[in-house]
């Protein structure tokens, strides 16, 4: 006797819901199962977070669709989609733009998706967030049975609701960011960017963060410039205790030596020339909540010892004041210096250094978090999308491996700079095309790529690549591949997610490699 397909399809993912699996993991099995029964070219998983589309898993599309951010409002057909409980199919010749667009993993040129169709999902009365099916062929779904395909949206929700009940400290925690957000847009401040990968070293990053975050000690954030220190500053501060006040930012290298103790502490009128008002300190400014203070070594020796004092008592004096005032302030500090060897020098203190130290958190270098490049491209492609007010824009293949296999010197700062100038060369060239690529061309990285030595090879001596730059890369993935596979004993999953990808893709990937 014959199993039902969509028996087989929903026993495995039934047995998934009592069983303590990733988020991710769990996820992927989900699409990898609807992709099984229904015949798609991708398929999609995103949370609806605020008004904007977040893609939790994705199944046929490009790594980088992980890192972008769909705004509802600039995205009709995912508008559509949440309008609608029920199940919705778009015409072949509709009109509305889809996101996906020239978005499909493994094809070329500038390809749209061309039959669609997707539906909400509820927790509770509230929606989560949305599954989507897309395919090239603009017959795909006409034989499809919707019968199968609304249990699987139902199978879906409960993962869903499975994995927001195993999820629990993790929305307590969003809850807290988004009373966060609230209390930001009344003061007038600005959104964080969120911390975006999925590499192992990203996640260890994140493990630290969580750690120290419910404390109350000073970290001090090391890495270096561009790795995006004050967005690990402000993921600590949301994440602790005193995320219902403050965090003030203070960049000790911005500011002239004569101002810095104001600028810390305060003054009152009169202190010293120009000082026609009284005016509070950024101590006063974060107190009951943190102070960020970047490129902390730049601190000149007379402000370092009172900043110490501080620190220890937790008084001050404004600048030209005998009154003390007492704060109650956490301090994060971050510096792309080597500390310990400025105390050596005799630059810095060493007391104040291991003030705040009592944590250090470094933060790893773009060039060691592998595939997160991509995540954090697509981030900053869909940045630049809506800002221009572009349909699709996307990196071609050999820009992706473009992006793998450079050095990044200035780390995240310089992708996002670079992406923004690759954005703008691609709309200068495209005609007005619907979708946009960036090619490998346009990044300008010539004579920049890089290869990763062995873990054994001496890091002073990195080998340099010759010869065809395809078949270069395509060595170096067989390596990493390779590699993973062996020390997960051929485990798929578990090298999918240290290499950051979708298992599905993995698979896809060594077959083109002939790794099996």
């Not at 919705?88 to 509709?94: E, I």
């Not at 820009?399 to 200068?428: C, F, S």
């Amino acid at each position: 006797m014959t199993t039902h397909p969509l028996l087989r399809a929903l026993i495995p993912l039934v047995a998934d819901l009592s069983r303590d699996l990733p988020e991710e993991e769990r996820y992927r099995r989900l699409l990898g199962a609807l992709r099984a029964l229904l015949p798609a070219d991708a398929a999609a998983l995103l949370r609806l977070e605020g008004d904007t589309l977040v893609p939790l898993a994705v199944d046929g599309l490009s790594a980088d669709t992980l890192g972008r951010r769909f705004r509802v409002s600039e995205h009709p057909r995912l508008a559509a989609l949440l309008e609608h409980r029920g199940l919705t199919r778009f015409a072949a010749d509709c009109a509305l733009p889809d996101p996906y667009d020239g978005l499909v993993e493994g094809l070329h040129g500038h390809l749209e998706v061309h039959d669609c169709m997707g539906c909400p999902l509820y927790v509770g009365e509230q929606p989560w967030g949305l599954l989507t099916l897309d395919s090239l062929d603009p017959a795909r779904f006409d034989h499809i049975d919707l019968d199968n395909l609304e249990a699987f949206a139902s199978l879906a929700a409960a993962t869903v609701r499975a994995s927001e009940r195993i999820s629990d400290l993790t929305r307590r925690a969003e809850h807290d960011e988004q009373l966060v957000e609230v209390y930001r847009q009344a003061a007038g401040q600005q959104a964080d960017r969120e911390l975006i990968g999925q590499s192992r070293e990203h996640r260890r990053l994140l493990e630290e963060i969580a750690l120290v975050a419910g404390s109350d000690l000073s970290v001090l954030i090391s890495g270096e410039t561009g790795v995006g220190k004050e967005l690990v500053a402000q993921a600590i501060h949301s994440a602790s205790p005193r995320a219902r006040k403050p965090l003030i930012s203070l960049n000790c290298a911005a500011l002239p030596d004569t101002l810095v103790e104001s600028e810390l502490f305060g003054h009152v009128r009169g202190a010293f020339s120009g000082a026609v008002s009284e005016r509070h300190g950024k101590f006063e400014l974060a107190d009951g909540g943190s102070l960020f203070l970047d490129e902390v070594g730049e601190l000149p020796l007379a402000v370092q010892a009172k900043l110490l004092r501080v620190l220890q008592s937790g008084q001050l004096q404004r600048v030209g004041s005998d009154r003390e005032h007492r704060v109650d302030v956490r301090v994060i500090a971050a510096t792309n210096r080597d500390l310990a060897e400025e105390v050596r020098a005799g630059r810095f203190r060493a007391d104040l250094y291991h003030r705040l130290s009592v944590y250090p958190l470094p933060v790893p270098p773009l060039r060691e978090r592998g595939h997160d490049v991509l995540l954090l491209a697509g981030y900053f492609l869909e940045e630049n999308r809506a800002r221009l007010g572009l349909r699709s824009l996307r990196l071609t293949s050999e820009a992706q491996a473009a992006l793998l296999t450079y050095d990044w010197p200035g780390n995240v700062r310089e992708l996002e700079h670079l992406i923004g100038r690759a954005a703008l060369k691609a709309m200068a060239a495209g005609e007005r095309r619907r979708i946009l690529s960036i090619g490998a061309e346009l990044l300008d990285l010539r004579g920049k790529y890089i290869a990763a030595p062995p873990p054994d090879s001496p890091a002073s001596s990195p080998p340099q690549p010759v010869g065809d730059l395809r078949e270069a890369v395509e060595q170096f993935q067989r390596q990493q591949v390779g590699a993973a596979l062996e020390r997960h004993q051929h485990n798929w999953a578990a090298a999918a997610r240290e290499l950051g990808m979708d298992r599905a893709n993995l698979h896809r990937l060594a077959k083109r490699l002939g790794l099996r």
